[in-house]
Structure formats: C-alpha cells, structure tokens
C-alpha cells in the first residue's frame, strides 16, 4: 500500500494522559501535514512539516501540543495531557513538496478522550 | 482571517443529473484550489485541482476557477447515489503548504 499511512486508527485516552499519533507519508512524498476535524466541524490546518523541520505551525495550539518529522520513521503529533475537547478526528496528509503540490490524506486517527 | 465559504446544503439531485457546487475564498493572493470528497466517517479524497483561470475536466467533473470573482465551482455531470458525500473546497496561498478549508456541502443523490 503506497498512501499515507496513520496509526493508529482509533486512540482512547484518559482526561490528563498522552497521545501519540503516527503518519508515514506516501512513497516519495516528504512534506507532511497535520489536520484536525472536530465534531460537526470543518477540517483545520495545523502543522506543515518537512523532515527535521516545521514549516508552519500557525495553527497547533499554543499549549501540550507538538509535532515532528524526524529523519527516520514517522511524523508524530503528540498532545499531553488530553482534555475532553481533544477528542476529534486527527488526519495527517502528504505531498511531494516540488512538482505537484496535491495533499493526499491518510486515513485518520479517531482520538476519544474520556 | 482568511476565509473558504461553501453552502452547507443539503443539495439533493436526482440520479442522471448535475450537481452544482460552489466555493467563495476571501483571499486574493490564493494560488491552488482543490476539491475533495468525504464520505461520512472516512477521510478527505482528492478528486479535483485547478490552478488557472478557466475549467478544467475529469471524466464526469469539470472545475471551475474565476480569481477576479474569487470563485470555485465543482461540476458532477450524470450524478450517481455513490456521489453523495460531503464536498471541501479548499484553498492555499503558496505554491504548497496549508489548506483552508470550507465547512463542506453535502450532497445527496436520489435514485
């Protein structure tokens, strides 16, 4: 399977723990975005990263959230201590980053906080 | 605040007809408009991307960009039930980089 890959697919986490979740970008694709889709809600930008760089984070909020592209393995958004209101759909999309600048979404990671 | 508005409809057509879809953007200096495809409980699907003033065709959809009225339209001629979905358009400033995205228009298609 050459899509973006997300893992894993559904996540349940208590109010306070953490949460990591995982992208691999298409093959040849190393441009790797982060959206989040709340409940009844459209999908928000978050972070655009490049491997060992993040290109635009205008739209991660500004506490217990962070994201990386090392440059082995996988992207990683991580969120401490979730609260209630983190619990949302969470989609990681690639892109080659020269050439065609098309975004390709993984299947999404579904984040219940309880 | 940069913005991407769209009908939230529900837009129902009968099966063999034209879905019209539309998408206004705030911004002026946008670049690259797409549009996907959600079907409930799934992820966004590419199925449409236009650069340049004009249309642009794929098999039964046609998009179609007017940057001086700040416009996108989504075309789906000989809609099916297997259309009915939610459609994003969505819009970047740059060469790459981060979509905006509209609240989506569902559509539903009627045997």
């Known amino acids: ?114 | 605040q940069k913005e991407v508005e769209q009908n939230s409809g529900p837009l129902s057509v009968p099966e063999g007809a034209i879905a019209s879809l539309n998408c206004t953007y705030s911004d002026r200096g946008s670049q690259s408009f797409f549009w996907y495809r959600q079907y409930s409980g799934k992820s966004p699907e590419l199925i449409m991307f236009i650069y340049s003033n004009g249309d642009k065709e794929d098999g039964r959809f046609t998009a179609q960009l007017n940057k001086a009225s700040q416009y996108v339209s989504l075309l789906i001629r000989d809609s099916q039930p297997s259309d009915s979905a939610t459609y994003l358009c969505a819009v970047s400033e740059n060469q790459g980089g981060k979509l905006i995205f509209g609240q989506g228009t569902e559509l539903s298609v009627k045997p």
């Open chain 1, 1 to 114: 399977n050459a899509g973006v890959m997300q893992n894993p697919r559904h996540l349940v986490r208590r109010r306070g723990q953490e949460a990591r979740l995982r992208c691999s970008p298409m093959k040849g694709h190393s441009h790797v975005y982060w959206y989040r889709q709340l409940p009844e809600e459209g999908l928000k930008f978050m972070v655009y990263l490049q491997k060992e760089n993040i290109i635009d984070e205008s739209g991660m909020p500004k506490e217990r959230f962070s994201a990386e592209f090392p440059k082995e393995g996988p992207s990683i958004l991580r969120i401490q201590q979730v609260v209630r209101g983190d619990s949302a759909a969470y989609f990681c999309a690639s892109s080659p980053g020269t050439g065609p600048l098309e975004q390709y979404f993984g299947p999404g990671t579904r984040l219940t906080v309880t």
